[in-house]
T-cell receptor
Framework: KTQVEQSPQSLVVRQGENCVLQ??????????LRWFKQDTGKGLVSLTV?????DKTSNGRYSATLDKDAKHSTLHITATLLDDTATYIC?????????????FGAGTQLIVIP | DMKVTQMPRYLIKRMGENVLLECGQD?????MYWYRQDPGLGLQLIYI???????SEGDIPKGYRVSRKKREHFSLILDSAKTNQTSVYFC?????????????FGKGTRLTVV
């Protein structure tokens, strides 16, 4: 059973627009949540990690929120660029160490058009 | 420059052939992973290695085995490849014992079994 659900499955936005990606999960315990960017044919690159019960992070044009009570996270991308075209993957870690397991969502495919 | 390197990047094998996927990391990370990524699914853990000769099965180990004789190298072996093992395989590494430890991914190996 899928424990990390991402929506939308795919999204097309025009360059300069903002977008919001959603992640709902049922993983327990939920130690942390990380968002990755995966360019086509490439590996996953970490964008941000959220840890606290209600957490917010910001990394340039990327900002993220986490609500552990709701088991929900969002990734906001502001003023999108063509290079933002990629798959964004939500990953929930059930422990804070490598002994834990990472639970991966299937990703949201973002396409930024001119 | 922290790096996880996978070789080869692309591979085509016939059903029944043996397959060797190699992974190296230059960060002296103790923990290494092999995942596979299939369309519409999140990454699935095949094997995890906590250090040299300390390997554990992940969620989908059937049909695979691994070898870790040096901390820097982690190999994935398919004895008698099957067509349903066609996938993109990712190697990753991390530092154990730290909260929210970051995971570094290679660029992946695209394996096609015909």
């Amino acid at each position: 059973k899928t424990q990390v659900e991402q929506s939308p499955q795919s999204l097309v936005v025009r360059q300069g627009e903002n977008c919001v990606l959603q992640c709902n999960y049922s993983v327990t315990p939920d130690n942390h949540l990380r968002w990755f960017k995966q360019d086509t044919g490439k590996g996953l690159v970490s964008l941000t990690v959220l840890v606290d019960q209600k957490d917010k992070t910001s990394n340039g044009r990327y900002s993220a929120t986490l609500d552990k009570d709701a088991k929900h996270s969002t990734l906001h991308i502001t003023a999108t660029l063509l290079d933002d075209t990629a798959t964004y993957i939500c990953v929930v870690g059930d422990r804070g160490s490598a002994l834990g397991r990472l639970h991966f969502g299937a990703g949201t495919q973002l396409i930024v058009i001119p | 420059d922290m790096k996880v390197t996978q070789m080869p990047r692309y591979l085509i094998k016939r059903m029944g052939e043996n397959v060797l996927l190699e992974c190296g990391q230059d960060m002296s990370h103790e923990t290494m992973y092999w995942y596979r990524q299939d369309p519409g699914l999140g990454l699935q853990l095949i094997y995890i290695s906590y250090d040299v000769d300390s390997n554990s099965e992940g969620d989908i180990p059937k049909g695979y085995r691994v070898s870790r004789k040096k901390r820097e190298h982690f190999s994935l072996i398919l004895d008698s490849a099957k067509t349903n093992q066609t996938s993109v395989y990712f190697c990753a590494s991390s530092v154990p014992g730290q909260g929210n430890t970051e995971v570094f991914f290679g660029k992946g190996t695209r394996l096609t079994v015909v």
